[in-house]
C-alpha cells in the first residue's frame, strides 16, 4: 500500500509567516490534492497537482500555493500566514482513475497566532 | 453539479445499537461512492465502496448500497463497538472529473 508522509502532525506559526506544508508519497501516482478540514465544512479542496510542474485551483485556494517540483512530493506554502488560515491540513494522493479512492496522510494541524 | 449531502451529527449511540447514517448525492452521470472514516487524531480512510448502481460496498461489518433511484449511499452496522467512534465521511467520484467531493461529515461516540 501506499504511504503518504505529511512533514509535521502540528505546527505554530505567527501571523504573516511564510509557511510550508509538505506532502511525501512513496509510491508513482500522478495525482496529489490538499485540503483543509474544519469542523461543520467538512474537507475543502485547496490546491491540485496531475504531475511534475502541474497544478490547478481547488474551491479555496486564495492565500494558498502550491510547488511540485518532483512526483513524489506536493508543497502547500501559505504565503503570509493568518488566523483565518488555522485548521487541519490532509494530503491525498490518487491514481489516475480516482474511483479507486485517495490515500491520505495523517494531516497537519496549523495553528496561526 | 455535484454534492452530498449527510446526516448531521453528532451521533451518540450504546454499544451493540444498530447504526445508520444518510448520504444522498447529486451528481451528473453515474459516481462512484465511498464513505470514508476518520479515527481521532488521523487522517480519513477508505472504509468502503461502489461504483455501480445496487452494488453493496462492504467492511468491518459497515455495509452501505448504492441507489441510483432515490440517490443515496447510507452507512449501517448492526452492532456498533466503542472503537467505530470517529468523524465519517461520504464522497463522490463523478465519471466525468478530476476530484472527490465530500460531505461535511458525522460524527459518531460509541459509549459502553
Known amino acids: 500500500d501506499v504511504k503518504v508522509t505529511q512533514s509535521s502532525r502540528y505546527l505554530v506559526k505567527r501571523t504573516g509567516e511564510k509557511v510550508f506544508l509538505e506532502c511525501v508519497q512513496d509510491m508513482d501516482h500522478e495525482n496529489m490534492f490538499w485540503y483543509r478540514q474544519d469542523p461543520g465544512l467538512g474537507l475543502r479542496l485547496i490546491y491540485f497537482s496531475y504531475d511534475v510542474k502541474m497544478k490547478e485551483k481547488g474551491d479555496i485556494p486564495e492565500g494558498y500555493s502550491v510547488s511540485r517540483e518532483k512526483k513524489e512530493r506536493f508543497s502547500l506554502i501559505l504565503e503570509s500566514a493568518s488566523t483565518n488560515q488555522t485548521s487541519m491540513y490532509l494530503c491525498?494522493?490518487?491514481?489516475?482513475?480516482?474511483?479507486?479512492?485517495?490515500?491520505f496522510g495523517s494531516g497537519t494541524r496549523l495553528t496561526v497566532v | 453539479g455535484n454534492s452530498v449531502t449527510q446526516m448531521e451529527g453528532p451521533v451518540t449511540l450504546s454499544e451493540e445499537a444498530f447504526l445508520t447514517i444518510n448520504c444522498t448525492y447529486t451528481?451528473?452521470?453515474?459516481?462512484?461512492l465511498f464513505w470514508y472514516v476518520q479515527y481521532p487524531g488521523e487522517g480519513l480512510q477508505l472504509l468502503l465502496k461502489a461504483t455501480k448502481a445496487d452494488d453493496k460496498g462492504s467492511n468491518k461489518g459497515f455495509e452501505a448500497t448504492y441507489r441510483k433511484e432515490t440517490t443515496s449511499f447510507h452507512l449501517e452496522k448492526g452492532s456498533v463497538q466503542v472503537s467505530d467512534s470517529a468523524v465519517y465521511f461520504c464522497a463522490l467520484y463523478p465519471n466525468t472529473g478530476n476530484q472527490f467531493y465530500f460531505g461535511t461529515g458525522t460524527s459518531l461516540t460509541v459509549i459502553p
Open positions: 491525498a494522493i490518487g491514481i489516475s482513475q480516482g474511483n479507486y479512492g485517495y490515500t
Open positions: 451528481a451528473t452521470g453515474y459516481p462512484s
